[in-house]
């Protein structure tokens, strides 16, 4: 259902640092960047398919905004592997990998904050059957 998601970061390049970094067990890495007249630097981050869906751009709105983002991980050591590139790069654990049943069964996830204080996640979905 979700096409793309842009997100309002302080600091760009630190962000796309960051994601590229601890979510590459996910295959999350840099699609394109460019400056925008005016805002600064935008960067495209995307998945195994190459479609863009992650967009950081500079902060226009200084408020409290975080978010919650989930981004798919094709298997539990994949998860795993982000816990570890999370703790490596000294960002907040908020929840260590684990079953959540109270999702589903197989809802296998690890919970982080990145630099500009969203709510990360992620997930790799075992269905029965």
Aim: net charge negative; aromatic share 10%; charged share 20%.
């Amino acid at each position: 259902m979700l096409d793309h998601l842009a997100l309002q970061c302080t600091d760009v390049g630190a962000a796309s640092d960051f994601y590229t970094r601890v979510f590459a067990p996910c295959g999350v890495r840099e699609l394109m960047r460019h400056d925008a007249p005016g805002t600064g630097p935008i960067i495209a981050l995307c998945g195994p398919d190459s479609f863009p869906r992650l967009w950081l751009g500079s902060a226009v709105d200084t408020g409290h905004r975080p978010v919650h983002l989930a981004i798919t991980a094709p298997t539990r050591e994949a998860v795993d592997a982000v816990f570890g590139a999370a703790t490596d790069a000294g960002a907040e654990v908020l929840h260590e990998p684990r079953v959540w049943p109270e999702y589903h069964p197989g809802y296998y996830a690890v919970f982080v904050r990145d630099p500009d204080g969203n709510n990360v996640e992620a997930v790799h979905h075992t269905f029965p059957g």
